[in-house]
Nanobody, 116 residues
């Protein structure tokens, strides 16, 4: 059974930084694309950042230049470094794994709250 375990969320003041981690089980981590999504209250879940198995990244326009996604295939872990946080970044952040067979797996989510 695939498991994705997020950590690193919390409460931070505007302008601060947080680093989210997602540890994934499964031997297909290295061939899967990994991503971070977020969902704010009353809003739909949206893509924040993705990283392909080859390391190609893409970001939502709202976080470009502030957030950085990376992966460590030796540790089966994906990271999201979040800098210059804004109150509008407040949301539950979810880790996603998409296998080459287009199967999606999700973590349980971690809360990020940015105070003004």
């Amino acid at each position: 059974q695939v498991q994705l375990v997020e950590s690193g969320g919390g409460l931070v003041q505007a302008g601060g930084s947080l680093r989210l981690s997602c540890a994934a089980s499964g031997s297909d981590f290295v061939i899967s694309a990994m991503g971070w999504y977020r969902q704010a209250p009353g809003k739909q879940r949206e893509l924040v950042a993705r990283i392909s198995r080859g390391g190609v990244t893409n970001y939502a326009d709202s976080v470009k230049g502030r957030f950085s996604i990376s992966r460590d295939n030796d540790k089966n872990t994906v990271y999201l470094q979040m800098n210059s946080l804004k109150p509008e970044d407040t949301a539950v952040y979810y880790c996603n794994k998409r296998t080459p067979w287009s199967t999606d797996f999700w973590g349980q989510g971690t809360q990020v709250t940015v105070s003004s």
